[in-house]
């Protein structure tokens, strides 16, 4: 593969980016031009953001497997797609070669299409960190069905939610999946949520860790007796179905300010050319690097940057199974001296959870094959930076700090390595086609330099959120009706006096722990739903390692005289009814909440009171009842 859109100084950079917002369309169709389509498109880009109603490439016709698989065969039949590392460190790792990646991926679309699964129906695939479950995204994809990864971390209560959303009457997932010294019993969390799904025809399941589950006659089936089948019948390929660009790839859910999550939307073609453009030009990629990103596949990260950016790339795609603290915190590094690693891609909070274990973790760990670092997910504090900088690249090695969203696809602010220059904790510069403006509340644009405000997108890019499955008018309010005419991302931003952007986090009731995106009212849901529990307001707090931390201040009317164990109770509801990925922190028992005469909760006052601010808590004389203030000042956790 060679990469003519590859971007090589600065100035080029410059002058790409004034190209690219001056002609969105001449520059959009030039790159699309690299990859394979069965027909070429008649129009460019055709929008408004009113309705929102975007379109890339109309009239094309594609498959985006066939660019991440098929047109390598050829020349990178026999390079690897991907290298899988296991949890345990004792077990085998597996190389998958293109032309290998592409054999599976045949075999398990038409195991998909054996089951019934046709054109446009919802997969849900909840697997562990396996080459499976990149091929079973894949397959989908193969065969126009549309996947939806669920994390590993969510509940049955939360997955059915999404099930029934999605309407998806299919399920791949493990018997269980390996994560540090834990096993996770996926099959018997998809049992408990199948209670509430009946509208689910086939569950498929492969076997990782042979833990001991139930099947259920004619809906449970085994991922190798299915296999088993398809070797049966002889031809094993399996021709890609033709989708329009527009065609729906798949359903994402992400939380956002109101209670349930939602599921963005993504389609086949501008989501191909974004996540592969920005692979290519954040990372700099060579071919024959291996490039190593520890996000989860159950997370947009996972899918643009460990799937479908790389693998359309032609680049090879580390996986990691386990966690970078087991069995001990210098698994990462480990890793990076096992495959000669080249560009590690990871979020702040596994850095600063890595510094934790100080210098001893990298001794005897041989570094020197990377060459680029990058961040993604939440603000990276300067620290972290500097301790990434000077212990993992040894100071040679550019750091991309990469913006970007669920809705967004792929990267959207960040610096490209090596090309334009780094800042700590700035994102920096907008990728091509990209252009983001800054409002303040009332929708005014803050022009000019060393400003800041609310962070919005003028234009479309090719993989922009297209709707939210089955309810396009949540994604009109959601997104595009804050500020008329204009995406807002829901984040807060700086703009320093040479244009750098610096992303100061959300601006909105949704909280960023560990890198993972979690809504105050889901929470607060959760809460609610405890026995005994009254109200409750959950707002973030700093945390050390985590970036933000879960507090939430309830009121509980339980009989427990043992306030602990009724925390406890309650973290268990929240783990139950979301996962454990949303237990709070802290929680504090109030006997009210400060709430203004309209009934509204001051979060601002919550949020201070959380960060241990007692001091300076602003005008509390428009609340209801001030006292209430005092007292949770004066409450202990
Ligand atoms: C935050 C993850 C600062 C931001 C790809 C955004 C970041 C949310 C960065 C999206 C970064 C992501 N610097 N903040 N480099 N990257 N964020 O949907 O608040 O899981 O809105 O997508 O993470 O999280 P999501």
Redesign the pocket.
Known sequence: MSYPYQIKSYDEYKEVYKKSIQDPEGFWGDIAKNFAWRKKWDKVLEWNFSEPNVKWFQGGKLNITENCLDRHLEKLGDKPAIIWEPNNPEDHSRTITYKQLYNKVCQFANVLKNNGVKKGDRVCIYMGMIPELAIAVLACARIGAIHSVIFGGFSAQSIADRLQDAKAEFIVTCDGAFRGAKDIPLKSVIDDALIACPFVKKVIVYTRTRTPISMIKGRDVWWEDEILKVESQGDQTCDAEEMDAEDMLFILY?SGSTGKPKG?VHTCAGYMIYTTYTFVNVFQYKPGEIHFCT?DIG???GH?YIVYGPLSAGATSLMFEGIPTWPDAGRFWDIVDKFRVNILYTA?TAIRSLMGFGLDPLKGKNLSSLRVLG??????NEEAWHWYDEHIGKKKCPIV????????GG?M??NLAGITPAKPSF?TLPMPGVEPIFVDENGKEIEGNSVGGNLCIKQPWPSIIRTTYGDHERCRTNYFATYPNLYF???GALRDENGFY?????VDD?L?VS???IGTAEVENAINMHSGVVESAVVGYPHDIKGQGIYAYVIYTGHHSDDDLARKDISATVARIIGPIARPDKIQFVKGLPKTRSGKIMRRILRKIAEGELKNLGDTTTLLDPGVVEEIKGGKL
Do not use: L
Request: charged residues 20%; hydrophobic residues 30%; aromatic residues 8%.
């Open positions: 992400t963005v996000a997370w947009i990260t643009s702040p961040t993604v997910g939440e603000p990276i700090d990469t913006w970007w969203q669920t809705e967004t990267t602010i960040s994102a991302t829901g984040d610096r992303i100061t986090g959300r949704v960023n890198g993972h995106r």
